[in-house]
């Protein structure tokens, strides 16, 4: 079973950028594709962008396409979101989570993580 943990939110004002974490433990970590997903206070979690298990295919929500880059290590377990021009609208809770296929669909997704917290000043 997959355990996936995220870090690297906090505060920053908007235009800045941040680097979000998500490590995983267990086994098979490069079978899997990861996406990152974000929630802010009385909405459904949406998604943000995903990458495939080898990395070479890469997928985002239009809100930050230019803006976020999901890259992945699996030598180190890990899966990254740099986010760079953030704007106030940015402000969420952060989620990693892993799927089968590259996709946009929440439903496809299993294995949460606990989130972090991002928070953009204006």
């Known amino acids: 079973q997959v355990q996936l943990v995220e870090s690297g939110g906090g505060l920053v004002q908007a235009g800045g950028s941040m680097r979000l974490s998500c490590a995983a433990s267990g086994r098979a970590f490069n079978s899997y594709v990861m996406g990152w997903f974000r929630r802010t206070p009385g909405k459904e979690r949406e998604f943000v962008a995903a990458i495939s298990e080898g990395g070479a295919l890469t997928l985002y929500a239009d809100s930050v396409k230019g803006r976020f880059t999901i890259s992945r290590d699996n030598a180190k377990n890990t899966v990254y979101l740099h986010m760079n021009s953030l704007k106030p609208e940015d402000t969420a809770v952060y989620y990693c989570?892993?799927?089968?296929?590259?996709?946009?669909?929440?439903?496809?997704?299993?294995?949460w993580g606990q989130g972090t917290q991002v928070t953009v000043s204006s």
């Open positions: 989570a892993k799927s089968f296929t590259v996709t946009r669909v929440l439903g496809a997704y299993d294995s």
